[in-house]
T-cell receptor
Framework: GQNIDQPTEMTATEGAIVQINCTYQ??????LFWYQQHAGEAPTFLSY??LDGLEEKGRFSSFLSRSKGYSYLLLKELQMKDSASYLC??????????WGAGTKLIIKP | IAGITQAPTSQILAAGRRMTLRCTQD?????MYWYRQDLGLGLRLIHY???????GKGEVPDGYSVSRANTDDFPLTLASAVPSQTSVYFC?????????????FGPGTRLTVL
């Protein structure tokens, strides 16, 4: 079956750096997405990786290793507003999006 | 403001009742999707539509139906609601389907079936 694994919850300190990991096993691969979801709100797009390597976008970076079935989202200079759930989603060989359960990130002052 | 709207924001429904969740987008996106989100689980696709006039079944379609009469609207109907359909429902759209295309989400409908 297809599977996306992420830690359920992580805690980090304001101003620090945090890395949220995502491992996947899917039938085929056509890209990996990261979304941010604040409590009670809709998911919003953060990043997309289809080739191996690091994609940097401001304070957020996303890394992909297709051979390892692994990605991470790196958040730098954490701010209180970064407290949210971070969803990893993989587009499989049939171009369907498979979603992880999300990682709840708690930022402490 | 361009985007996706959903109605109602929340609803409490008696089991056995029929309910339609509304979704409208003004981005002229071809593809639209309905997901449900339950605690501890990832978003699960209920139904999708790659273009107006076509629909398809997702991972959890049972008990739900959709229609896509035009580009903008994609209503989701629960013919006879059951408590297991208590969830938060998100509508999403993307410019095209089946490619590296970002999905944009509506604000969600929180549905409770008693």
């Amino acid at each position: 079956g297809q599977n996306i694994d992420q830690p359920t919850e992580m805690t980090a300190t304001e101003g620090a750096i945090v890395q949220i990991n995502c491992t996947y096993q899917t039938s085929g691969f056509n890209g990996l997405f990261w979304y941010q979801q604040h409590a009670g709100e809709a998911p919003t797009f953060l990043s997309y990786n289809v080739l191996d390597g690091l994609e940097e976008k401001g304070r957020f970076s996303s890394f992909l290793s297709r051979s390892k079935g692994y990605s991470y989202l790196l958040l730098k200079e954490l701010q209180m507003k970064d407290s949210a759930s971070y969803l990893c989603a993989v587009r499989d060989g049939n171009y369907q999006l498979i979603w992880g359960a999300g990682t709840k990130l708690i930022i402490k002052p | 403001i361009a985007g996706i709207t959903q109605a109602p924001t929340s609803q409490i429904l008696a089991a056995g009742r029929r309910m339609t969740l509304r979704c409208t987008q003004d981005m002229r996106h071809n593809a639209m999707y309905w997901y449900r989100q339950d605690l501890g689980l990832g978003l699960r696709l209920i139904h999708y539509s790659n273009t107006a006039g076509t629909t398809g079944k997702g991972e959890v379609p049972d008990g739900y139906s959709v229609s896509r009469a035009n580009t903008d609207d994609f209503p989701l109907t629960l013919a006879s609601a059951v408590p297991s359909q208590t969830s938060v429902y998100f509508c999403a759209s993307s410019e095209v389907a089946g490619v590296a295309d970002t999905q944009y989400f509506g604000p969600g409908t929180r549905l409770t079936v008693l």
